[in-house]
């Protein structure tokens, strides 16, 4: 049998953890159910990444960087603000509706994460990621456009996050086509109303 070198088999592996655990859920991802899954032996999974934490970490890094490209190849070049962010919004919500285990996987990992010590700071650099590439396409926006923005592009970026993610878990937990669009239109307006600093901010009580 010809040998795999680990630069060859480690992209397979996280395919086969991906297709595993999108199906099963985190808890089924073992190192033992990863390699039946690609047909290896147990040990390719330790040779290759370590730990099952190193192999969990690279789903998370694999999936997050093939919904950002696929966000990033919808970008409009010759679309005015409002109607970049809302291109942009739309792109990434149909990788939502076409991909939704992909993402219940990442918010399994999340959780999961959250409670180990050796992922934690791989969840933290990947939400730090992605508000990282937020907030580059709307500088990337508001450039191209002529746009003064009226707050710092990482505000908004988390604040336009903030939603997505709410949207997101109703999604997974309670989906409903016309509500989602309804809202999407909604936060797409709000936060180009954020960027343009029009809209009123609520003094909030002390507790």
Excluded at 108 to 122: I, K, W
Excluded at 150 to 171: K, M, N, S, T
């Amino acid at each position: 049998m010809a040998h795999v070198s680990a630069a060859e088999r480690r992209p397979q592996l996280i395919k086969a953890a991906i297709d595993l655990m999108a199906r099963q859920g985190v808890a089924a991802g073992s190192t033992r159910a990863i390699a039946a899954e690609l047909g290896v032996a147990q040990a390719t999974v330790h040779y290759t990444f370590g730990t099952k934490e190193d192999l969990y970490r690279a789903v998370i890094e694999q999936l997050t960087q093939d919904l950002v490209e696929q966000v990033r190849e919808a970008a409009p070049t010759d679309a005015g603000f409002e109607q970049t962010l809302g291109v942009l919004a739309s792109a990434l919500w149909r990788t939502v509706r076409e991909q939704s285990s992909s993402y219940q996987l990442l918010n399994e990992l999340t959780l999961f994460a959250l409670r180990s010590p050796q992922l934690r700071e791989v969840l933290r650099a990947h939400s730090v990621g992605v508000a990282r590439v937020t907030a580059g396409l709307v500088v990337e926006a508001a450039e191209r456009t002529g746009e003064q923005l009226a707050l710092p592009a990482e505000v908004i970026a988390r604040f336009f996050l903030a939603g997505f993610d709410g949207l997101l878990l109703q999604r997974l937990t309670l989906p409903d086509d016309e509500a989602e669009t309804f809202c999407l239109q909604a936060l797409v307006s709000s936060t180009v109303g954020l960027a343009r600093g029009q809209v009123q901010m609520v003094e909030m009580p002390q507790y």
